[in-house]
């Protein structure tokens, strides 16, 4: 059985995370639950012969890898049409899943906050995702960034642009807006909602840093905004 209007799917590949962010809307981290083949492979075929996009999601997806390399290889096998894509933390990136990113074309999109102190006290662990960062870069592959907006980082946005700039390998930013569930109820008001007044204008402040950084840096020589991978 396959339903014919599937083209975009996301397989939650756990629920276990190695972060706590303070505003996980999906408390990940807190239960060690992960996908297992047959339940990622039913999901997958019920797309028939669709051309899809299949993001691997969580939790932190990485913590289970070695699913992702088997569906790999089952979609290959059975010459599925597919576009991989997949949201970590980038905590986890050595060379070895840096090479098999690669290897299997998979669109990256790396989690960071804001300056080191910001997404430190969000998430933690930043030296190890700007790490992953420059892993990724090493191997030729480009990222996207996404960040989660909230009132602890709202007016740092245009701080952001000049790190994605800093790395050198960001395709992008991608912004979402916090979510009132989950890690947030527990950190009781620790984490809020940014004011859509505070995200109108850090948004202009963030999109003319971004045009004053492309400038020189095209100046430089330098690529900005590619997408490769």
């Known amino acids: 059985m396959a339903f014919g209007n599937i083209r975009f799917l996301v397989l939650w590949l756990t629920r276990d995370c190695n972060l706590r962010c303070r505003y996980c809307y999906a408390d990940a981290g807190k239960h060690k639950e992960y996908m297992n083949f047959e339940v990622a492979k039913r999901a997958i075929d019920l797309c ?42 980038g905590t986890l990136i050595d060379y070895e899943i840096a090479r098999h990113i690669k290897k299997m074309n998979i669109a990256m999109g790396v989690s960071f906050d804001g300056p080191i102190e910001i997404s430190e006290y969000l998430r933690g662990n930043s030296k190890d995702v700007l790490r992953g960062m420059s892993i990724l870069k090493e191997e030729g592959i480009m990222a996207n960034i996404n960040c989660v907006v909230t009132d602890r980082n709202i007016e740092y946005l245009d701080k952001l642009v000049d790190i994605a700039y800093y790395l050198g390998n960001v395709g992008g930013i991608g912004l979402d807006l916090l979510r009132l569930t989950g890690r947030v109820i527990d950190t009781k008001s620790e984490v809020m909602e940014a004011s859509p007044l505070d995200i109108k204008s850090s948004l202009e402040k963030a999109y003319l840093r971004n045009k004053k950084n492309r400038k020189h840096f095209r100046k430089k020589g330098y690529h900005t905004g590619d997408r490769r991978s």
């Not at 699913?67 to 979609?75: A, G, K, N, Q």
């Open 48 to 89: 028939g012969e669709n051309c899809i996009k299949l993001q691997f999601a969580g939790g932190e997806p990485i913590l289970n890898f070695k699913l992702v390399e088997r569906l790999y290889d089952y979609i290959k096998s059975n010459n599925i049409s597919a576009i991989l894509q997949m949201q970590a933390n």
